[in-house]
T-cell receptor
């Protein structure tokens, strides 16, 4: 079974604080991919990052960083020095070699950054 | 034009109307998707088309009818909808399971 859990439904932080969004996944595939998307109020989901199951190297892109740990089946997303423009709903997603073209999304975490 | 384009952006219709949502992608992808996103609910996959053939239909009511005439276009035909069908309908495309999906801006549908 494929499943993505984002336990944090809503998070509020004050501008310039760091915030971590959690993502835990379940899969039986040995080859799989994890994704993060951002959905601003306008509605469109914007792709942020992709990570494959064989690459546990953490990644940093500006104020964004991702921590992939296979041992805990987690792919957490940290925003450093948050800004108001980071306010959005963030989705974690999973696809696998045996899932065909289907992607499995978590329920999303709504982040509000307060100025 | 690039990316995934959905029309219309907003749609208000009565329960007895018939309308269609349109999605177009210019990315050369071979898979297209319809998702429903209701308020306070997760993304729900409705339909998946791969190489213009429907490969996934997640028990969607028959009042929603998809059509994929070619790999660049996807439609969602609507008829006799219910108030609970009011939601944001998102279209996406992808080239494979290991590439990210690209999403359109969505159509916000309101059923009166």
């Amino acid at each position: 079974a494929q499943k993505v859990t984002q336990a944090q439904t809503e998070i509020s932080v004050v501008e310039k604080e760091d915030v971590t969004l959690d993502c835990v996944y379940e899969t039986r595939d040995t080859t799989y991919y994890l994704f993060w998307y951002k959905q601003p109020p306008s509605g469109e989901l914007v792709f942020l990052i992709r990570r494959n199951s064989f690459d546990e190297q953490n990644e940093i892109s500006g104020r964004y960083s991702w921590n992939f740990q296979k041992s805990t089946s987690s792919f957490n997303f940290t925003i450093t020095a948050s800004q108001v423009v980071d306010s959005a709903v963030y989705f974690c997603a999973l696809s696998g070699a045996n899932t065909g073209n289907q992607f499995y999304f978590g329920t999303g975490t709504s982040l509000t950054v307060i100025p | 034009e690039t990316g995934v384009t959905q029309t219309p952006r907003h749609l208000v219709m009565g329960m007895t109307n018939k309308k269609s949502l349109k999605c177009e992608q210019h990315l050369g992808h071979n898979a297209m998707y319809w998702y429903k996103q209701s308020a306070k609910k997760p993304l729900e996959l409705m339909f998946v088309y791969s190489l213009e053939e429907r490969v996934e239909n997640n028990s969607v009511p028959s009042r929603f009818s998809p059509e994929c005439p070619n790999s660049s276009h996807l439609f969602l035909h609507l008829h006799t909808l219910q108030p609970e069908d009011s939601a944001l309908y998102l279209c996406a495309s992808s080239s494979s399971y290991y590439q990210p999906q690209h999403f359109g801006d969505g159509t916000r549908l309101s059923i009166l």
